[in-house]
């Protein structure tokens, strides 16, 4: 006859054994997704440097440009140009946040790792001995202790996002990542835009020298 808590403690081991599992998956999919931000960056950069480039050209050739495009058409694509330009720096903050984000989590996964091994491995032992001696003890890590300490040298304001944060986020276990993920959607939306504006300003400039 089987012992039913024992198949408790087994049903509970293989459900989170299988929640590990899949949570880690999901990360895997979201860490291999933001580190491509590098690559959506460089694109942007470019994007910024033609766009610089072109701008310096426009201004410093005025009296060249002018007779080709007449001077509203001059005015309409510098203003393309610099909101292009513009969107570019956007891109950019977004590209940091993305990757600041995503390096976080990486180094953070890598140092917790052996702190949660040894934890794990010292909370089995010293469950064993409680037992033996019929002592009651909790051994589950605190979390809210943990960020009371970690805000300690943070001004009041920090602290007060981070509280907010960890209430916002609380049983998310994908959180961290999840930021990760909005700034590199971010970063791709304006950097869509900013080619746009870059292929605009071109369609632009090529119209007002046709009709000139």
């Given at each position: 006859m089987s012992n039913p808590g024992s198949d408790d403690s087994l049903v509970e081991w293989n459900r989170l054994n299988k929640?590990?599992?899949?949570?880690?998956?999901v990360s895997a999919l979201y860490q291999s997704m933001t580190e491509t931000s590098p690559l959506v960056d460089k694109f942007s950069l470019w994007l910024l440097a033609g766009t610089g480039a072109t701008g310096a050209l426009?201004?410093?050739q005025i009296k060249s440009v002018l007779p080709f495009l007449t001077q509203q058409g001059f005015k309409v694509c510098l203003v393309i140009l610099v909101t292009s330009a513009v969107i570019g720096f956007v891109a950019k903050y977004s590209?940091?946040?993305?990757?600041?984000?995503?390096?976080?989590?990486?180094?953070?996964?890598?140092?917790?790792?052996?702190v949660l091994d040894k934890h794990e491995q010292d909370e089995g032992t010293i469950q064993e001995y409680?037992?033996?001696q019929g002592i009651e003890l909790q051994t589950d890590i605190n979390l809210a202790s943990i960020m009371e300490e970690f805000s300690r040298p943070f001004p009041f304001w920090v602290k007060w996002l981070i509280s907010r944060k960890i209430e916002k986020t609380s049983g998310d276990?994908?959180?961290?990542?999840?930021?990760?993920?909005?700034?590199?959607?971010?970063?791709?939306?304006?950097?869509l835009l900013?080619?746009?504006?870059f292929l605009v300003f071109m369609l632009t400039a090529a119209w007002y020298a046709n009709a000139r």
């Open positions: 929640e590990n599992a899949e949570h880690g998956f426009l201004i410093t590209s940091l946040r993305c990757e600041i984000q995503s390096n976080f989590q990486s180094k953070f996964t890598e140092l917790i790792k052996p409680a037992e033996q276990r994908q959180a961290g990542f999840h930021i990760a993920v909005k700034a590199y959607m971010s970063q791709l939306r304006w950097t900013q080619a746009v504006l």
